[in-house]
T-cell receptor, first 117, second 112 residues
Framework: AQSVAQPEDQVKVAEGNPLTVKCTYS??????LFWYVQYPNRGLQFLLK??????LVKGSYGFEAEFNKSQTSFHLKKPSALVSDSALYFC???????????????FGKGTKLSVIP | DAGVIQSPRHEVTEMGQEVTLRCKPI?????LFWYRQTMMRGLELLIY????????DSGMPEDRFSAKMPNASFSTLKIQPSEPRDSAVYFC??????????FGSGTRLTVV
């Protein structure tokens, strides 16, 4: 079984300050990890992913995430928040060695990020 | 590539009517997923297909819901009869080999 926890329903940060959106996961094997962003009245958009290799992953719009195997975490970060970053953020996980044809991602409940001008 | 295309973008229907939502996945993608999003329940996986074959439909809420994928470029999600509690945004997503999903823009369904 695989699961994702996003412990904060909402995160508020002032524009220009660093932001962190937290995510922890559980899989039986090694994980594939993803972050998606959803703007109002839009579908989910891919931000970044961790498959293997460097634990620090860089993605779109200046976002990055750090894979921490010992803490089973994959927190999303940005050094300087913009008002336009305000959106709903989803973390997702898949077991790397799930059965052939079983490509189901498990999503967290989402974290609403509000960047205050 | 135009991405995952869903139609209609908005649907308002009366309780008891049949509703059909449509999805065209990205060409070459071999997995297709239907999700439902509501404020109360968040993002729920309804069903997914791999190579046009339904793999897991355990998320389909009731027999009123059915989904088909007659070929690699088209899928439908049907609700018959529709009920007000079916009101939600329905998303389709496609993937190749499980390397992340591409989502469509969604269909906002309102059942009155």
């Amino acid at each position: 079984a695989q699961s994702v926890a996003q412990p904060e329903d909402q995160v508020k940060v002032a524009e220009g300050n660093p932001l962190t959106v937290k995510c922890t996961y559980s899989v039986s094997g090694n994980p594939y990890l993803f972050w998606y962003v959803q703007y109002p009245n839009r579908g989910l958009q891919f931000l970044l992913k961790y498959i293997t290799g460097d634990n620090l992953v860089k993605g779109s719009y200046g976002f990055e995430a750090e894979f921490n195997k010992s803490q089973t975490s994959f927190h999303l970060k940005k050094p300087s928040a913009l008002v336009s970053d305000s959106a709903l953020y989803f973390c997702a996980v898949r077991d790397r060695y799930s059965g052939a044809g079983s490509y189901q991602l498990t999503f967290g409940k989402g974290t609403k990020l509000s960047v205050i001008p | 590539d135009a991405g995952v295309i869903q139609s209609p973008r908005h649907e308002v229907t009366e309780m008891g009517q049949e509703v059909t939502l449509r999805c065209k996945p990205i060409s070459g993608h071999n997995s297709l997923f239907w999700y439902r999003q509501t404020m109360m329940r968040g993002l729920e996986l309804l069903i997914y297909f791999n190579n046009n074959v339904p793999i897991d439909d355990s998320g389909m809420p009731e027999d009123r819901f059915s989904a088909k994928m007659p070929n690699a470029s088209f899928s439908t999600l049907k609700i018959q009869p529709s009920e007000p509690r079916d009101s939600a945004v329905y998303f389709c997503a496609s993937s190749f080999g499980g390397d992340g999903y591409t989502f469509g823009s969604g269909t906002r369904l309102t059942v009155v």
